[in-house]
């Protein structure tokens, strides 16, 4: 198993640029999640999706959009980069099905993004 | 609100010290709490959740509602424990997002 994957790893944007990340996890997990890094700031939820068809705003998902239109993929589009959107981008997916992993959240290993 | 603090963003311990990351949350309801780690150059991982009441890598960590902590303790720490650790916190059943705190950064000195 794969696990989580992420796509591209690193990525240089000029700002009104659009690019879409790609986060595809292959553990037929339910939800999926896309989470923002920044120093000090910790990991702060964009949006997610409890399945397929399905999307949800987080904390802080201005500037963003989401597709989730298979179960296994989830989208994250930026329409027109902004500076304060350069940071490390993570997917995440979990399962709420009862098991060792229940509600245990399986990462991608980041795309780091930089707007200039 | 819903709010993870963790105060303390380096912490700084010499090898065989004993360990503790802070972490208390802010939640009406009954939480599950989590503590994730992110090694150099890895991806996030879980490294322990308070349902399971178990030991990983010589780390444990207690949820005590009265005080909302669920701090995480280790009595020897080792170089390899050098890390960022992230608390997290997931809702009653029924709830999908989870609130990460902002991380505190684990140096295990020579």
């Known amino acids: 198993n794969a696990g989580v994957t992420q796509t591209p790893k690193f990525r240089v944007l000029k700002t009104g640029q659009s690019m879409t990340l790609l986060c595809a996890q292959d553990?037929?997990?339910?939800?999926m999640y896309w989470y923002r890094q920044d120093p000090g700031m910790g990991l702060r939820l964009i949006h997610y999706?409890?399945?397929?068809?399905?999307?949800a705003k987080g904390e802080v998902p201005d500037g963003y959009n989401v597709s989730r239109l298979k179960k296994q993929n989830f989208l994250l589009g930026l329409e027109s980069a902004a500076p304060s959107q350069t940071s490390v981008y993570f997917c995440?997916?979990?399962?709420?099905?009862?098991?060792?992993?229940?509600?245990?959240?399986?990462f991608g290993p980041g795309t780091r993004l930089t707007v200039l | 609100a819903q709010r993870v603090t963790q105060p303390e963003k380096l912490l700084s311990v010499f090898k065989g010290a004993p360990v503790e990351l802070k972490c208390n949350y802010s939640y009406s309801g009954s939480p599950e709490l989590f503590w994730y780690v992110q090694y150099s150059r890895q991806r996030l991982q879980l490294l322990l959740r308070?349902?399971s009441r178990e030991s990983i890598k010589g780390f444990t960590a207690d949820l005590n509602k009265g005080e909302t902590s669920f701090h995480l303790k280790k009595p020897f720490a080792q170089e390899e424990d050098s890390a960022m650790y992230y608390c997290a916190l997931k809702g009653a059943s029924g709830t999908y997002k989870y609130i990460f705190g902002t991380g505190t950064r684990l140096k295990v000195l020579a």
């Open positions: 308070h349902i």
């Open positions: 999706s409890v399945g397929e068809g399905t999307t």
């Open positions: 995440a997916s979990s399962s709420p099905l009862a098991g060792a992993h229940y509600n245990e959240q399986f």
């Open positions: 553990m037929n997990h339910e939800y």
